[in-house]
């Protein structure tokens, strides 16, 4: 029933790990999207993806790398892992001709 | 680039009162939207209001927007402490695949019992 879904919720890691972050929609919708929420709440894009294609990539550093297998999943996997990576990273999912996104419960990374 | 400012950064009201939020914006949108985020939890969509639409309701909400002056605000009509959220002003550009939207910082509304 779930229509964006995210898998882990808490994400705790030691500095200098890899970690991967699953993201998965049943929507049907042609667009996902990464965001970052830093401990201020603000929230900002990272990349999103539409029918697997990358269409926006914020500057974004090259250890973030997306992964979309098929239009219902957009993964994240994040290399050598640094203090200031930790957030809440929400995904989100939406169709590109219609701005409104239904996002997931969020993934809470603390990186120590 | 951070587009939407909401204003005031906090609210806190009486149960049954009204809240207004306001955000205003710089460059041209094709939307903007409003959603609501509980503590802990993730964002769920309240409202949507077209470039071409001045005002919409939905249930207690009601959202104005002033293309002219960029700015738009989000009426919370007899509130209650269920309502106790932080709220984001977002707005909406598309053009083809390219669909984004740019959070402002959030508003926090408390509503006391």
């Known amino acids: 029933d779930t229509a964006v879904s995210q898998t882990p919720k808490y994400l705790v890691t030691q500095m200098g790990n890899d970690k991967s972050i699953k993201c998965e929609q049943n929507l049907g919708h042609d667009t996902m999207y990464w965001y970052k929420q830093d401990s201020k709440k603000f929230l900002k894009i990272m990349f999103s993806?539409?029918?697997?294609?990358?269409?926006i990539n914020e500057t974004v550093p090259n250890r973030f790398s997306p992964k979309s297998p098929d239009k219902a999943h957009l993964n994240l996997h994040i290399n050598s892992l640094e203090l200031g990576d930790s957030a809440v990273y929400f995904c989100?999912?939406?169709?590109?001709?219609?701005?409104?996104?239904?996002f997931g419960p969020g993934t809470r990374l603390t990186v120590l | 680039s951070q587009q939407g400012e909401e204003d005031p950064q906090a609210l806190s009201i009486q149960e049954g009162e009204n809240a207004t939020m306001n955000c205003s914006y710089k460059t041209s949108i094709n939307n903007l939207q409003w959603y609501r985020q509980n503590s802990g939890r993730g964002l769920v969509h309240l409202i949507l209001?077209?470039?071409?639409?001045r005002e919409k309701h939905s249930g207690r909400l009601r959202v104005t927007l002033d293309t002219s002056k960029k700015s738009s605000s989000l009426l919370i009509t007899a509130s209650r402490a269920a309502d106790t959220a932080s709220y984001f002003c977002?707005?909406?550009?598309?053009?083809?695949?390219?669909?984004?939207?740019?959070f402002g910082k959030g508003i926090t509304l408390s509503v006391r019992p």
């Open positions: 977002a707005t909406g550009t598309y053009t083809g695949a390219n669909s984004k939207l740019t």
């Open positions: 989100a999912s939406g169709r590109a001709a219609n701005n409104e996104q239904f």
């Open positions: 209001i077209r470039s071409n639409e």
């Open positions: 993806y539409n029918n697997k294609e990358l269409i």
